[in-house]
T-cell receptor
Framework: GNSVTQMEGPVTLSEEAFLTINCTYT??????LFWYVQYPGEGLQLLLK?????DKGSNKGFEATYRKETTSFHLEKGSVQVSDSAVYFC??????????FGKGTTLSVSS | DSGVTQTPKHLITATGQRVTLRCSPR?????VYWYQQSLDQGLQFLIQ???????AKGNILERFSAQQFPDLHSELNLSSLELGDSALYFC?????????????FGEGSWLTVV
């Protein structure tokens, strides 16, 4: 079945450091891929998405490229801020099915 | 603000009881999803409705049921509650549930079973 695997956390970084959170997926065909973010005490917010191979999603300085050849959708940011501290979820959906989420990666950024 | 409204935000109830969680989707969205988030299970898909009809079922227990009404709001009913049902329950909505549609989440309903 379809599944998403993302790197275990927590990820602890200093402000202005480079961030990568790895995400790989298993699915037949061409799923749509998403990154959602959950700030402390809040719901899930869509961060970015990509719907076809080689698409790059970007938002708020975060980027992720849909790589069909490696079945990956790694999240990157060049310079993280304390306000980026949150839990990040990689997810996929295919053929109108509900989102399937990874287990989430906690990011903690210190000043 | 995602436009998805969930009530109540917090709920504490006893084992064996029944509760109803309510969700109003974004204006114009026809598809509604329910998810459960717990520390041990992560984010689990429960059920999806599209324009009043059940479209997909995930890991929903038989003690749980849901429906989507003609005005498109949805309710998730949880009965014979157990301690392990304590979790954050999210409602989400999308335009028509097609692949590539953005799915927007509400802020969740925190359920504590004591």
């Amino acid at each position: 079945g379809n599944s998403v695997t993302q790197m275990e956390g927590p990820v602890t970084l200093s402000e202005e450091a480079f961030l990568t959170i790895n995400c790989t997926y298993t699915a037949t065909g061409y799923p749509s891929l998403f990154w959602y973010v959950q700030y402390p005490g809040e719901g899930l917010q869509l961060l970015l998405k990509a719907t076809k191979a080689d698409d790059k999603g970007s938002n708020k300085g975060f980027e992720a490229t849909y790589r069909k050849e490696t079945t990956s959708f790694h999240l990157e940011k060049g310079s993280v801020q304390v306000s980026d501290s949150a839990v990040y979820f990689c997810a996929l959906t295919k053929a109108g099915t509900a989102l399937i989420f990874g287990k989430g990666t906690t990011l903690s950024v210190s000043s | 603000d995602s436009g998805v409204t969930q009530t109540p935000k917090h709920l504490i109830t006893a084992t064996g009881q029944r509760v109803t969680l309510r969700c109003s989707p974004r204006s114009g969205d026809l598809s509604v999803y329910w998810y459960q988030q717990s520390l041990d299970q992560g984010l689990q898909f429960l059920i999806q409705y599209y324009n009043g009809e059940e479209r997909a079922k995930g890991n929903i227990l038989e003690r749980f049921s849901a429906q989507q009404f003609p005005d498109l709001h949805s309710e998730l009913n949880l009965s014979s509650l157990e301690l392990g049902d304590s979790a954050l329950y999210f409602c989400a909505s999308s335009v028509d549930g097609s692949t590539g549609n953005t799915i927007y989440f509400g802020e969740g309903s925190w359920l504590t079973v004591v």
